[in-house]
């Protein structure tokens, strides 16, 4: 099952729909109150992260379901961003954005970073934020041409902290964000994808 499929922007009423269709897509799906919330909650972590990527121009945010497998999905044009990325990057010696914090901030400058680097080589701050859950894309096999071929995924970068066992504050910090996230507990995965000229976010969550 599909929903509609919406524009968003940090506009309210845009979000206030967006909510609307969330409680409309789970009584569809016949779930329960507590899984309402839990589905509520993961949409409005999408909504926060959808106001740092979107302002003057729009992202889609839809849902899909097969059985109890629930998806959020944002869409993204690939260069929607890249002049503002510069702008982020260049206020930085060390062409990091120091201002992102908390493991959505992260995974927001992730779905930035791949944006800013579609068609092209990922820069440092790219691979910097993206480390330990980055996928190679060419080592992935089983898609479709016209399907989302999966970049960087909650998964593995799971276990990408999770091997890290030697002591590290950068390590510690990332593991103690993502213990402290709404997505972090509540989400089975998060996958930065591409597809075509668009870079897609699906959060995914299954439920019992």
Known sequence: MKSDVFMVNSD????????????????DLGLERHDTLRLSLLVEETLGLVKGLVDDFYGRLWFESEGRRCEIHLEATADMN???????????????????????????????????????????????????GAVNPASVSGFAVDAMVPIWTLEAYREGLAE??????????????????IVGKLADDVIVGVKGDCIELVIVKNFA
């Open 12 to 27: 309210a009423g845009r979000m206030a729909a967006a909510r609307y269709a969330t409680e409309e897509f789970a009584a």
């Open 82 to 132: 890249a002049d503002r990325k510069e702008e982020l990057l260049s206020v930085s010696k060390t062409g990091r954005n120091a201002a992102a914090k908390g493991f959505m901030a992260m995974v927001r400058d992730v779905v930035s970073s791949a944006m800013h680097s579609f068609g092209r080589t990922m820069n440092d701050y790219g691979r910097e934020v993206a480390r330990y």
């Open 164 to 181: 890290q066992s030697v002591q590290d504050s950068d390590v510690d910090e990332a593991r103690n964000e993502l213990e402290k996230s």
